[in-house]
Structure formats: structure tokens, C-alpha cells
Nanobody, 125 residues
Framework: QVRLVETGGGLVQTGGSLTLSCESSGQSLSGYRLGWFRQAPGKDREFVAALSWNDRRTYYDDSVKGRFTVARDSAKNAMNLQMDGLRPEDTAIYFC??????????????????WGQGTQVTVSS
């Protein structure tokens, strides 16, 4: 079974950087697509980025394109999210998710079957 744990959240100033990690302590992530979502207070959970584990293809929401980078860490069976140029509007709880889903479903949280507990990212102005 896939069990996901996020680490790396924290408090950073505008323009700063953070790296989030999503590690699976269960089975291999081979064949899965993994996503990062975030949820700010009073808002719906929204798609941030995604990664196809097998071919390492990456996908980004326009709001983070050019600032965030998602990558696979095969040695740790993990997915990392490097966040640069952080803005106050990036403040949210960040969740990672995994699922065997098709490309057209990547942006939709309901298609993912495994979720981490979330990690808080706060960007001060």
C-alpha cells in the first residue's frame, strides 16, 4: 500500500524558497502519477503540479510555472517540490497525492487514491 508523508513546510519571506518532499513508505511508486495540491483557508483544494513516476514528465498550474519544480527522487521513493520566488498567495497547506490516473485527470483531486497529511507553507509579506 502507498503511504505518503510530506515534509519541508515552514515560514519564509516573500521571494524565498522552500523544498517539500513527499515520501512513500509503502510500495514502490512505479506506475503512479503523483500530484501536489494546496488548500488555503476558506478556499477549495487546488492543483499545483504533478509528476508521472515512470517517465518523469512534469505538469504545472500556470500560477506556479517557472517558480516551482517537481522532480522524482528514486533513491528515496519520493517526489520533491522545489518552490522558489514564493509569494504570500502561495500560503496554504500543501498535500501530495498518488494515483493510477490518466493525464486528463491530473488536475482533479478526486482521481487520486492516496493522500499525505499535508504540510503548512506560510509566506510572509
Amino acid at each position: 500500500q502507498v503511504r505518503l508523508v510530506e515534509t519541508g513546510g515552514g515560514l519564509v519571506q516573500t521571494g524565498g524558497s522552500l523544498t517539500l518532499s513527499c515520501e512513500s513508505s509503502g510500495q514502490s511508486l512505479s506506475g503512479y502519477r503523483l500530484g501536489w495540491f494546496r488548500q488555503a483557508p476558506g478556499k477549495d483544494r487546488e492543483f499545483v503540479a504533478a509528476l508521472s513516476w515512470n517517465d518523469r514528465r512534469t505538469y504545472y498550474d500556470d500560477s506556479v510555472k517557472g517558480r516551482f519544480t517537481v522532480a522524482r527522487d528514486s533513491a528515496k521513493n519520493a517526489m520533491n517540490l522545489q518552490m522558489d520566488g514564493l509569494r504570500p498567495e502561495d500560503t496554504a497547506i500543501y498535500f501530495c497525492a498518488a494515483g493510477r490516473l490518466i493525464l486528463s485527470s491530473l488536475r482533479y483531486a478526486e482521481h487520486y487514491t492516496h493522500w499525505g497529511q499535508g504540510t503548512q507553507v506560510t509566506v510572509s509579506s
